[in-house]
């Protein structure tokens, strides 16, 4: 009966550290996972920030060709809201709006001064309703000839969206950030998108 037993609590203790072990190695295995999507803790949240006021082109005809939602429940890639954009090609043939430090500042309020802060990145995350959307997406730019302009401008260029999330990043190495306005941007036109474009965005951050 003692070999027995003894026996038993061996069994016991051996299952118990493969546990542990299983354990241990899910939680590593979830850590590194969760490292994917991690950046900096010393960033900007621009749709949150920011304010999104800055339409152009259709977009100045108010919401009969751009029609915005920021609290999206539609799939979004970090719970619990994304942003969803639809724009209706109109008589000018392009569209698109900047988010702005301050809302509707084309250069007569203050910019943001980021230089001391040496950001190098802007990520985000986009997709289309049905893949196939092209739209260009952009940081700085704002110039009107007005007291305070970007100090910088850049551009990531035309992006075919696809049907699922995808990251997206806008590089600011070696640009000036002493004034800031327009924090983020996207445009579409009608060349490109016939029939319109419905697209989502999600955590747009700069670090």
Same mark, same amino acid.
């Given at each position: 009966?003692?070999?027995?037993?003894?026996?038993?609590?061996?069994?016991?203790?051996? @299952?118990?550290?493969?546990?542990? &072990?299983?354990?241990? %190695?899910?939680?590593?295995?979830?850590?590194?996972?969760?490292?994917?999507?991690?950046? /900096?803790?010393?960033?900007? &949240?621009?749709?949150?920030?920011? +304010? =999104?006021?800055?339409?152009?082109?259709?977009?100045?005809?108010?919401?009969?060709?751009?029609?915005?939602?920021?609290?999206?429940?539609?799939? =979004?890639? %970090?719970? /619990?809201?994304?942003?969803?954009?639809?724009?209706? /090609?109109?008589?000018?043939?392009? #569209?698109?709006?900047?988010?702005?430090?301050?809302? &509707?500042?084309?250069?007569?309020?203050?910019?943001?001064?980021?230089?001391?802060?040496?950001?190098?990145?802007?990520?985000?995350?986009?997709?289309?309703?049905?893949?196939?959307?092209? +739209?260009?997406?952009?940081?700085?730019?704002?110039?009107?000839?007005?007291?305070?302009?970007?100090?910088?401008?850049?551009? +990531?260029?035309?992006?075919?969206?696809?049907? #699922?999330?995808?990251?997206?990043?806008?590089?600011?190495?070696?640009? !000036?950030? %002493? @004034?800031?306005? #327009? #924090?983020?941007?996207?445009?579409?036109?009608?060349?490109?998108? =016939?029939?319109?474009?419905?697209?989502?965005?999600? !955590?747009?951050?700069?670090?």
């Amino acid at each position: 009966m003692k070999i027995l037993s003894l026996v038993v609590v061996v069994m016991l203790s051996l @299952s118990l550290m493969a546990c542990n &072990n299983r354990s241990k %190695s899910v939680k590593e295995t979830e850590a590194e996972n969760s490292q994917t999507v991690l950046v /900096p803790t010393d960033t900007i &949240n621009l749709s949150a920030l920011f +304010i =999104p006021s800055g339409y152009m082109g259709d977009g100045e005809s108010g919401k009969k060709y751009i029609k915005y939602i920021g609290a999206c429940t539609e799939t =979004p890639f %970090s719970l /619990p809201t994304c942003i969803k954009i639809q724009y209706i /090609p109109g008589t000018v043939g392009w #569209g698109g709006f900047y988010w702005q430090n301050k809302a &509707n500042n084309w250069g007569d309020k203050q910019a943001e001064n980021y230089s001391a802060k040496k950001y190098t990145t802007i990520r985000f995350y986009a997709k289309g309703q049905n893949g196939g959307e092209t +739209i260009e997406f952009k940081s700085g730019g704002i110039d009107a000839g007005k007291k305070f302009k970007d100090s910088y401008e850049k551009s +990531i260029g035309k992006i075919t969206l696809e049907k #699922g999330w995808k990251e997206y990043k806008i590089n600011l190495k070696g640009l !000036d950030l %002493s @004034s800031v306005i #327009g #924090g983020f941007c996207w445009v579409a036109t009608s060349a490109d998108n =016939p029939t319109g474009a419905t697209f989502f965005l999600d !955590d747009i951050i700069m670090y």
